[in-house]
């Protein structure tokens, strides 16, 4: 079984995320990821690239996520 993630160059994933408080939560554990396989690719990318635009000054971390799919 495989699920689609925001990953970046480092290995962190998303977790969860407020863009109203401007916070993001990571992880390094597969299950822990927010899944964004249920939104299907298309809406999964625009939604990790609306958190990168708004976030990545707050979040170094988002600067390199990128929708991945990963076993688990």
Known sequence: M?????KNDDGLMVK???VDNSEVEFTTNIKEAYNYGALGEWDAKTEIEFL???LKNEHK???????????C
């Open 2 to 6: 495989a699920k689609g993630v925001a």
């Open 16 to 18: 969860s995320y407020d």
């Open 52 to 54: 990168v635009h708004h």
């Open 61 to 71: 971390e988002l600067e390199t996520m990128k929708y991945t799919i990963v076993p």
